[in-house]
């Protein structure tokens, strides 16, 4: 059971921090955009008629056809600055990107508890832009790993604590990289680490199984019929190591969209191989919530989330 206190603090919190967005503050900013490729992304098809869209239908702030993929970046107030830097992976079913209330909103989060933040706006899978789809958001992924650790001094932050984070699609590609960073998919031009040193998954898709997968990710990444090599390669459950990196995970019981099981199965796989992992299954929610929409316990999340990077010293400030 959460305690009540704990609940009012939350609330409070987000309040807050709503109450700056709303008013326009510059507190919390994004201070620029760096494209992560210089010309032509790996495998990449030329296709003029692929344009990126933006738009609100549905009720979500959705982009789409993503053919250059950046890093928005949100540098922590310098009187809250901790060293801790995390890469966002907004969801969308590897069909679009929930880029304010799984991207902007959660940068300004993570500035109010003193994290430099990042927004990967990655190229979503489509044969018509790339030449192997199913790696063309890994190949992203750990392009942004690359850049922010080889500029960690530029942005303020420290190399060796540096998170992925990601919500649903996002999830199952931030859990794909923080076990798949033997895997390089694409020939670097600096041998830097592109292993995450932790991860936050929010209702993340993990499995590509039958059954336990979300079918609309899983065919947007691997397409009707992949191969049962494809399948398990994909599943992130059975790639972990005892080399994956520390994690948190959030998931309500009742989300309809990406079966529960997918947080119980990594949260398995992360304790018997003696990976540090907290997991928070919540009674209700859904899915797609963000950093919260009730009043419910599924909304407490980000405190419980901002707990576990406290006990794990990531929100200490660097020594002076």
């Given at each position: 059971m959460i305690p009540f206190s704990n609940m009012k603090t939350n609330s409070i919190s987000l309040l807050i921090l709503s109450l700056l967005m709303a008013t326009g503050t510059s507190l919390f900013a994004q201070s620029e955009t760096v494209n992560l490729w210089q010309g032509e992304a790996p495998g990449a098809k030329v296709n003029p008629s692929y344009k990126t869209t933006v738009d609100d239908s549905g009720g979500w702030v959705k982009m789409r056809f993503v053919t250059n993929p950046t890093l928005d970046v949100y540098p922590a107030p310098a009187n809250l600055a901790t060293g801790t830097a995390v890469i966002i992976?907004?969801?969308?079913?590897?069909?679009?990107?929930?880029?304010?209330?799984?991207?902007?909103d959660v940068a300004h989060w993570l500035n109010s508890i003193g994290v430099t933040a990042f927004v990967?706006?990655?190229?979503?899978?489509?044969?018509?832009?790339?030449?192997?789809?199913?790696?063309?958001p890994m190949e992203d992924g750990q392009r942004a790993i690359r850049i922010v650790r080889r500029n960690a001094r530029k942005w303020h932050i420290d190399p060796d604590r540096i998170g992925i984070m990601g919500f649903s699609a996002g999830g199952h590609l931030a859990a794909t990289l923080s076990t798949r960073f033997n895997d390089d998919v694409y020939t670097p031009a600096h041998p830097t680490s592109i292993r995450p040193d932790f991860s936050i998954l929010v209702y993340p898709v993990i499995s590509m199984e039958p059954g336990v997968t979300h079918l609309g990710s899983r065919i947007n990444l691997l397409g009707n019929h992949p191969s049962p090599a494809e399948v398990r390669l994909f599943s992130n459950e059975l790639q972990v190591t005892a080399k994956t990196p520390p994690t948190f995970i959030v998931q309500s019981a009742d989300d309809p969209a990406v079966p529960v099981e997918c947080s119980l199965?990594?949260?398995?796989?992360?304790?018997?191989?003696?990976?540090?992992?907290?997991?928070?299954?919540?009674?209700?929610?859904?899915?797609?919530?963000?950093?919260?929409?009730?009043?419910?316990?599924?909304?407490?999340?980000?405190?419980?989330?901002?707990n576990w990077l406290r006990m794990r010293g990531l929100l200490t400030k660097p020594a002076r």
């Amino acid at each position: 059971m959460i305690p009540f206190s704990n609940m009012k603090t939350n609330s409070i919190s987000l309040l807050i921090l709503s109450l700056l967005m709303a008013t326009g503050t510059s507190l919390f900013a994004q201070s620029e955009t760096v494209n992560l490729w210089q010309g032509e992304a790996p495998g990449a098809k030329v296709n003029p008629s692929y344009k990126t869209t933006v738009d609100d239908s549905g009720g979500w702030v959705k982009m789409r056809f993503v053919t250059n993929p950046t890093l928005d970046v949100y540098p922590a107030p310098a009187n809250l600055a901790t060293g801790t830097a995390v890469i966002i992976c907004p969801g969308g079913a590897y069909w679009a990107l929930a880029i304010k209330h799984e991207g902007s909103d959660v940068a300004h989060w993570l500035n109010s508890i003193g994290v430099t933040a990042f927004v990967l706006k990655y190229r979503l899978p489509d044969d018509s832009i790339m030449t192997n789809k199913s790696i063309g958001p890994m190949e992203d992924g750990q392009r942004a790993i690359r850049i922010v650790r080889r500029n960690a001094r530029k942005w303020h932050i420290d190399p060796d604590r540096i998170g992925i984070m990601g919500f649903s699609a996002g999830g199952h590609l931030a859990a794909t990289l923080s076990t798949r960073f033997n895997d390089d998919v694409y020939t670097p031009a600096h041998p830097t680490s592109i292993r995450p040193d932790f991860s936050i998954l929010v209702y993340p898709v993990i499995s590509m199984e039958p059954g336990v997968t979300h079918l609309g990710s899983r065919i947007n990444l691997l397409g009707n019929h992949p191969s049962p090599a494809e399948v398990r390669l994909f599943s992130n459950e059975l790639q972990v190591t005892a080399k994956t990196p520390p994690t948190f995970i959030v998931q309500s019981a009742d989300d309809p969209a990406v079966p529960v099981e997918c947080s119980l199965l990594y949260a398995g796989a992360l304790i018997r191989h003696h990976v540090p992992c907290e997991l928070h299954i919540y009674q209700s929610g859904g899915h797609g919530y963000g950093l919260g929409r009730t009043h419910n316990t599924e909304s407490t999340w980000p405190t419980a989330c901002a707990n576990w990077l406290r006990m794990r010293g990531l929100l200490t400030k660097p020594a002076r």
